[in-house]
């Protein structure tokens, strides 16, 4: 096989097209003779045009790549090879980079001319000193700001000629590049500064379509061993606007780096590790260049990343920084949309963004820095993190020219159960911030300014809606219209023995009926039999019983037909069918002798069990999982802004009353099951329940 290696045509490219290929060949190529290698060079636009100055930011991206890539493109070569640090990232779409080969030193150096000094500290003050780079030139400029910092271009061996022959006092080079050329006795002083994230780096970039050259170069390819960082959008806050896309990614994360507007109960249950890199403002958390370095670092280290952002993180997320961040070096990302709070907030206030014959327009604007905000030419105008500046906002939209009678909107938490929603005039608001500047609309806070706002037309439904706190696991089947507040008082936790677990799943054949009484029980059984190297076809010839419709579409998920789910979804709906029987088999579904399996928590309930043991059925209960209650009471419950208060079982129960063992009169209790209206009443003697729900 003969290939075709283009590349540029200096001193210093030829020399790293050798060490590329002599690393392949030492690392892949065991029969060599199959392989030959032809290399072309030539000269880039870069190269022809010495004059062009990279100090200014006006030279194109591809000033040394563009011709490589045209060769590539017209099939007469197969891969190029690069300084990594010379490509325009992130590549033209056709394009990619099949290897980043492991760097060589990555540091920067400076070369003087004899007799001036080898260290940047002997250096006169308006020594003129050559560089290429505007990272070096701000550098540079940090440590020595009396120095001439000038642009400097061409081959290595020219920038030093110009340094001997009196027209620079010295130059910055790659250390690297000096050490390839066998140049090292030039090098004064090896410099403390950033150098370019790919400095050191060679890459080998090929059409996308080459599968054959990316197999050749795959072994030497650093990045086959490094994650990917997923740019998630969390939504506004309440969970259940969390797209599908994102709840699986985090499911899947290694790690997640959680911004400080995502809610933290999006993250409950997860195995990755959760890093806290919240920002407020300008004050408090990570700053941005730690966030992006620990982004950078968790990726080479082959973790799954997911940088979770509050909204989406395209809209005031600061996620262009993190992915320009990334892809300067050749870590993949990927932006994962959200649920934005400007949505949410006009959604569950019912005030329109544009509206026929009303608003044709709107502006999505920054409130903060206060001398930076922004008054564009909109009918609607919102404004985001505006708690801060309020009294800025207000004034610049006034000195605008907007009427002081322009309605306006004050959303505070948009979509979670605590959101406040305040409407006057701009007049009005402008009145009492004069009054009272330390104003009562806390962050994160949405101002809404325009005719939209319009207190006739917003809803109150959302504030009136009932605010329920649910103390159970697993609020999905909970579909009342409420506000509802997900904080468990019990944690599910695995078995720390599984022996009898084991040993009931190893002799699943001698049963006639396995009964599952919740999706926890499910979970816990099929992670077992994972864990043995087993899955649902042991249950055959075993009938199956699920508690109610959820936890038979759980079984379901698994590839396991649930043969008996009963109406009333409960255990004791569920002994009651087994008593009567069905339709289409009336009479007792089991008989004396039958073994039934049993699989449940360590706090479950008898009910199940001796119902059917009375019909005379041989019950195995096992404990799959632990139910524990809560340590302590789950931070930012109030009882007295609650209406209600769902106790999902005896468990629950009894946490709620160890926590609040005098709760407002108020406060409906409402329990789910019979056994815990039992605890409930032993708990709370002469209190009256709320209307009790099915399991």
């Given at each position: 096989?003969?290939?075709?290696?283009?590349s540029r045509a200096s001193r210093l490219a030829m020399v790293q097209v050798d060490e590329a290929l002599g690393e392949l060949e030492v690392a892949v190529l065991k029969d060599k003779e199959?392989?030959?290698?032809?290399?072309?060079?030539?000269?880039?636009?870069?190269?022809?045009?010495?004059?062009?100055?990279?100090?200014?930011?006006?030279?194109?991206?591809?000033?040394?790549t563009r011709e490589l890539d045209d060769e590539l493109r017209a099939g007469r070569a197969d891969f190029a090879i690069h300084s990594a640090k010379d490509l325009p990232l992130p590549l033209?779409?056709?394009?990619?980079?099949?290897?980043?080969?492991?760097?060589?030193?990555?540091?920067?150096?400076?070369?003087?001319?004899?007799?001036?000094?080898?260290?940047?500290?002997?250096?006169?003050?308006?020594?003129?000193?050559?560089?290429?780079?505007?990272?070096?030139?701000?550098?540079?400029?940090?440590?020595?700001?009396?120095?001439?910092?000038?642009?400097?271009?061409?081959?290595?061996?020219?920038?030093?000629?110009?340094?001997?022959?009196?027209?620079?006092?010295?130059?910055?080079?790659?250390?690297?590049?000096?050490?390839?050329?066998?140049?090292?006795?030039?090098?004064?002083?090896?410099?403390?500064?950033?150098?370019?994230?790919?400095?050191?780096?060679?890459?080998?970039?090929?059409?996308?379509?080459?599968?054959?050259?990316?197999?050749?170069?795959?072994?030497?390819?650093?990045?086959?061993?490094?994650?990917?960082?997923?740019?998630?959008?969390?939504?506004?806050?309440?969970?259940?606007?969390?797209?599908?896309?994102?709840?699986?990614?985090?499911?899947?994360?290694?790690?997640?780096?959680?911004?400080?507007?995502?809610?933290?109960?999006?993250?409950?249950?997860?195995?990755?590790?959760?890093?806290?890199?919240?920002?407020?403002?300008?004050?408090?958390?990570?700053?941005?260049?730690?966030?992006?370095?620990?982004?950078?670092?968790?990726?080479?280290?082959?973790?799954?990343?997911?940088?979770?952002?509050?909204?989406?993180?395209?809209?005031?997320?600061?996620?262009?920084?993190?992915?320009?961040?990334?892809?300067?070096?050749?870590?993949?990302?990927?932006?994962?949309?959200?649920?934005?709070?400007?949505?949410?907030?006009?959604?569950?206030?019912?005030?329109?963004?544009?509206?026929?014959?009303?608003?044709?327009?709107?502006?999505?604007?920054?409130?903060?820095?206060?001398?930076?905000?922004?008054?564009?030419?909109?009918?609607?105008?919102?404004?985001?993190?505006?708690?801060?500046?309020?009294?800025?906002?207000?004034?610049?939209?006034?000195?605008?020219?907007?009427?002081?009678?322009?309605?306006?909107?004050?959303?505070?938490?948009?979509?979670?159960?605590?959101?406040?929603?305040?409407?006057?005039?701009?007049?009005?608001?402008?009145?009492?911030?004069?009054?009272?500047?330390?104003?009562?609309?806390?962050?994160?806070?949405?101002?809404?300014?325009?005719?939209?706002?319009?207190?006739?037309?917003?809803?109150?439904?959302?504030?009136?809606?009932?605010?329920?706190?649910?103390?159970?696991?697993?609020?999905?089947?909970?579909?009342?219209?409420?506000?509802?507040?997900?904080?468990?008082?019990?944690?599910?936790?695995?078995?720390?023995?599984?022996?009898?677990?084991?040993?009931?799943?190893?002799?699943?054949?001698?049963?006639?009926?396995?009964?599952?009484?919740?999706?926890?029980?499910?979970?816990?059984?099929?992670?077992?039999?994972?864990?043995?190297?087993?899955?649902?076809?042991?249950?055959?010839?075993?009938?199956?019983?699920?508690?109610?419709?959820?936890?038979?579409?759980?079984?379901?998920?698994?590839?396991?037909?649930?043969?008996?789910?009963?109406?009333?979804?409960?255990?004791?709906?569920?002994?009651?069918?087994?008593?009567?029987?069905?339709?289409?088999?009336?009479?007792?579904?089991?008989?004396?002798?039958?073994?039934?399996?049993?699989?449940?928590?360590?706090?479950a309930l008898p009910v199940i069990d001796k119902g059917l043991t009375a019909l005379g059925a041989k019950v195995e209960k096992v404990t799959a999982y632990r139910n524990v209650a809560v340590?302590?009471?789950?931070?930012?419950?109030?009882?007295?802004?609650?209406?209600?208060?769902?106790?999902?079982?005896?468990?629950?129960?009894?946490?709620?009353?160890?926590?609040?063992?005098?709760?407002?009169?108020?406060?409906?209790?409402?329990?789910?099951?019979?056994?815990?209206?039992?605890?409930?009443?032993?708990?709370?003697?002469?209190?009256?329940?709320?209307?009790?729900?099915?399991?």
């Amino acid at each position: 096989m003969t290939w075709q290696v283009i590349s540029r045509a200096s001193r210093l490219a030829m020399v790293q097209v050798d060490e590329a290929l002599g690393e392949l060949e030492v690392a892949v190529l065991k029969d060599k003779e199959k392989h030959r290698f032809v290399t072309r060079t030539l000269e880039s636009f870069g190269d022809r045009n010495k004059s062009v100055s990279l100090l200014d930011g006006k030279a194109p991206s591809d000033l040394f790549t563009r011709e490589l890539d045209d060769e590539l493109r017209a099939g007469r070569a197969d891969f190029a090879i690069h300084s990594a640090k010379d490509l325009p990232l992130p590549l033209p779409r056709d394009l990619e980079v099949v290897a980043l080969l492991p760097p060589a030193d990555q540091t920067d150096a400076l070369a003087c001319r004899a007799g001036v000094g080898p260290t940047l500290a002997k250096l006169a003050p308006g020594s003129k000193v050559g560089t290429s780079s505007p990272l070096r030139q701000k550098e540079l400029r940090a440590l020595r700001p009396d120095l001439e910092v000038v642009s400097i271009r061409g081959t290595i061996e020219e920038r030093l000629s110009k340094v001997d022959r009196g027209l620079f006092d010295a130059v910055i080079v790659a250390t690297c590049a000096l050490k390839r050329l066998r140049l090292e006795h030039r090098i004064g002083e090896i410099l403390p500064f950033a150098t370019h994230p790919l400095q050191g780096h060679l890459a080998v970039t090929a059409l996308r379509n080459r599968a054959d050259v990316k197999r050749l170069w795959e072994p030497l390819n650093l990045r086959k061993t490094w994650g990917r960082v997923f740019l998630v959008g969390a939504g506004p806050g309440d969970p259940e606007l969390l797209t599908l896309k994102a709840a699986r990614l985090l499911r899947q994360a290694d790690v997640i780096f959680n911004d400080s507007l995502a809610n933290p109960r999006i993250l409950d249950g997860l195995a990755a590790e959760i890093q806290y890199v919240g920002k407020r403002g300008d004050s408090g958390g990570e700053q941005q260049d730690k966030i992006n370095q620990a982004l950078y670092q968790a990726a080479i280290e082959g973790k799954r990343v997911v940088r979770l952002k509050g909204g989406d993180p395209m809209l005031f997320g600061r996620a262009t920084e993190e992915m320009d961040y990334l892809e300067q070096r050749l870590v993949d990302v990927e932006l994962v949309p959200g649920v934005s709070s400007v949505l949410a907030a006009s959604a569950y206030t019912q005030i329109p963004l544009t509206e026929r014959e009303v608003s044709a327009s709107v502006a999505l604007c920054l409130g903060s820095p206060a001398e930076r905000i922004p008054v564009p030419d909109s009918e609607t105008l919102v404004y985001f993190m505006a708690s801060g500046t309020l009294v800025d906002i207000v004034a610049k939209v006034r000195a605008a020219g907007r009427a002081d009678t322009t309605p306006v909107a004050l959303v505070h938490n948009a979509s979670l159960d605590d959101q406040k929603v305040w409407i006057t005039t701009l007049g009005a608001l402008a009145t009492e911030l004069a009054a009272e500047p330390q104003h009562p609309y806390a962050s994160p806070l949405l101002v809404f300014i325009g005719p939209v706002v319009r207190s006739s037309r917003i809803s109150n439904w959302f504030e009136v809606l009932p605010r329920v706190w649910y103390t159970g696991t697993n609020p999905d089947h909970f579909t009342r219209a409420v506000r509802l507040i997900h904080k468990p008082l019990i944690e599910i936790l695995p078995l720390e023995d599984t022996f009898d677990l084991d040993n009931a799943l190893s002799h699943l054949a001698t049963y006639k009926w396995a009964v599952f009484t919740s999706r926890y029980t499910v979970d816990a059984v099929f992670g077992r039999l994972e864990a043995l190297g087993l899955d649902s076809r042991i249950f055959a010839g075993v009938k199956v019983a699920a508690v109610g419709r959820a936890t038979a579409r759980d079984l379901a998920s698994h590839g396991l037909r649930a043969d008996l789910v009963p109406l009333m979804e409960s255990s004791e709906g569920l002994v009651d069918v087994f008593s009567r029987g069905t339709r289409h088999q009336p009479g007792p579904l089991v008989i004396p002798g039958d073994r039934v399996f049993l699989p449940c928590s360590d706090q479950a309930l008898p009910v199940i069990d001796k119902g059917l043991t009375a019909l005379g059925a041989k019950v195995e209960k096992v404990t799959a999982y632990r139910n524990v209650a809560v340590d302590q009471a789950p931070p930012g419950i109030d009882l007295t802004t609650l209406d209600e208060v769902v106790l999902t079982s005896p468990t629950t129960a009894r946490a709620f009353a160890r926590f609040f063992p005098d709760p407002p009169f108020t406060l409906e209790l409402v329990p789910m099951g019979a056994q815990t209206v039992k605890a409930l009443t032993e708990l709370f003697p002469g209190r009256k329940l709320g209307e009790p729900l099915l399991d």
